[in-house]
């Protein structure tokens, strides 16, 4: 017996099945809510629930926290129904124009740019053209029940083999292997099994909004590919008859030490060519040797100084999980951002899914 799932405000519903989790249900419905890790961990699919009983599975603390439950929250990503239900969350429109697909792929290049960071560069099949929005993720399967994801670097409308940036995180099963640490490494020429594109994390390219875009890490990758799609946008509208101006575009991009920056070239240089966008590299970590001037400190407090108020922004944040966390957090409470103008990936791994 399937139970009914209304979802406010958008007014639409579809069926979930008491043994599956609701989101699954609603992608499958191809009705658009938020999600990322769908293991419990990055705290994106969450809900109210208005109406009705569901089964909270179970969620990594820090994903849902008790007080949020007892208010009426729900991850619907590990939530199945119990009875029917009523829910409120946002919708994402135009999620289901671009299907997930499941292919092959290959593994034509590797490119360590840091001791701990490789860019990745995969070669689909030639019959297949891989279409997806800037800031979306690719499911790979590595093994028996063993899935990550990784977001894809290159922009949509570039016509090059698409690129995925993976830093190491050591007794990982996937990066070990992918930096040579692992009984059976991942070489050039290897085969992998992808699934995408995924995810909810993508540009939204209607709004008018000053955009900040919020990096740690490897979380530069989805961020490249939605700033290159912005500065083609911009420039496929910059036509005399055009009334909108350019949107403006900050990027902050938080490394422990100077060499972390692995492309830092890049924003430099869409710095020099490309007008209303802005480049603020943080370091938290700088060496000695990195002798760095420029900013310091967590990145997300970065923007704090220099944005104190939010509230007509729009935020891209993509990295750590304790980053993303704490900039949603904080640009919320104290910088006036609206909460659904922050839009989020978070870099959860195994580490953030270990049950007690
Ligand atoms: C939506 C999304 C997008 C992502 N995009 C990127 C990206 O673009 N680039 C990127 O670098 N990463 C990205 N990630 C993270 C990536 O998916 C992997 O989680 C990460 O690369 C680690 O994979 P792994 O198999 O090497 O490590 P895992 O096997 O997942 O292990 C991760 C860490 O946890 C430790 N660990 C494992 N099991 C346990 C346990 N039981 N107890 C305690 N510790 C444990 C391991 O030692 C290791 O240090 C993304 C994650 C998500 C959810
Ligand atoms: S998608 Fe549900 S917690 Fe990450």
Same mark, same amino acid.
């Given at each position: 017996?399937?139970?009914k799932?209304? !979802?406010r405000?958008?007014?639409?519903q ?6 599956e ?10 009705? =658009?809510? &938020?999600?990322?890790c769908?293991?419990?961990?990055c705290g ?5 629930v208005l ?8 969620h ?7 007080e949020e439950h007892?208010?009426? %929250?729900?991850?619907?990503c590990?939530?199945? &129904?119990?009875?029917?239900l009523e829910?409120?969350v946002r919708?994402?429109? =135009?999620?289901g124009e671009?299907?997930a697909?499941?292919m092959p792929c ?5 490119e360590?740019v840091?001791p701990?960071?490789v ?6 099949p030639?019959a297949e053209?891989l ?5 979306q993720f690719l499911?790979f399967t590595?093994g028996?029940?063993? $899935? ?11 016509d090059e083999?698409?690129?995925?940036h993976v830093r ?12 040579g640490?692992?009984a059976?490494p991942?070489k050039e020429?290897?085969?992998l099994?992808l699934? =995408?594109?995924?995810g ?9 909004? &000053?955009?900040?875009?919020l990096a740690?890490?490897?979380g530069?990758?989805?961020i490249?590919?939605i700033a290159?799609t912005?500065f083609?946008?911009?420039?496929n509208?910059?036509?005399p008859?055009r009334?909108r101006p350019a949107r403006? !575009?900050a990027?902050?991009?938080g490394?422990?030490? $100077?060499?972390? %920056?692995y492309m ?6 869409w710095a020099?060519e490309?007008?209303?966008? $802005?480049?603020i590299?943080?370091?938290s970590?700088? %060496?000695?040797e990195?002798a760095?001037?420029?900013?310091t =400190?967590?990145v997300h407090q970065?923007?704090?100084q220099d944005?104190?108020?939010?509230s007509?922004?729009e935020?891209y944040a993509?990295?750590?999980p304790?980053?993303?966390e704490?900039a949603r957090?904080?640009? !919320?409470?104290l910088c006036?951002?609206?909460?659904d ?8 791994s195994?580490?953030?899914?270990v049950?007690?």
């Open positions: 017996m399937s139970f799932v209304l !979802v405000p958008s007014g639409l579809f069926f979930a099945e008491p043994t989790n609701i989101l699954d249900a609603a992608l499958r419905a191809g009705v =658009g809510m &938020p999600f990322g769908k293991d419990g961990a994106s699919c969450k809900a109210r109406a009705g009983e569901l089964e909270q599975g179970w990594a603390a820090p994903a849902l926290s008790h007892l208010a009426g %929250l729900a991850l619907l590990c939530a199945q &129904p119990r009875s029917d829910i409120e919708e994402v429109a =135009g999620y671009f299907p697909r499941k290959r593994i034509t290049h590797l360590r840091t701990d960071v860019v990745v560069t995969l070669q689909l030639a053209h279409r997806y929005r800037a800031g499911e590595i028996a029940g063993v $899935r990550r994801c990784y977001s894809i670097a290159t922009a949509p409308h570039v083999a698409i690129s995925i190491h995180m050591p007794g990982g099963v996937f990066t070990d292997a992918l930096f640490a692992a059976k991942i020429r290897d085969i099994r699934e =995408g594109p995924l909810t994390f993508f540009l939204r390219p209607d709004s008018e909004r &000053p955009i900040v875009l740690s890490g490897t530069f990758a989805p490249k590919a290159e912005i083609h946008l911009q420039l509208h910059d036509d008859g009334t403006s !575009v990027l902050y991009w490394a422990r030490a $100077r060499r972390d %920056l830092n070239g890049l924003p430099m240089r020099g490309q007008p209303n966008f $802005r480049y590299p943080v370091l970590d700088a %060496l000695e990195d760095w001037t420029g900013r =400190g967590f970065a923007v704090m944005l104190p108020d939010l007509q922004h935020v993509c990295g750590a304790a980053m993303v704490a957090r904080d640009f !919320v409470h006036g951002l609206p909460d103008h922050f839009l989020a990936d978070a870099f959860t195994k580490a953030d899914v049950k007690d």
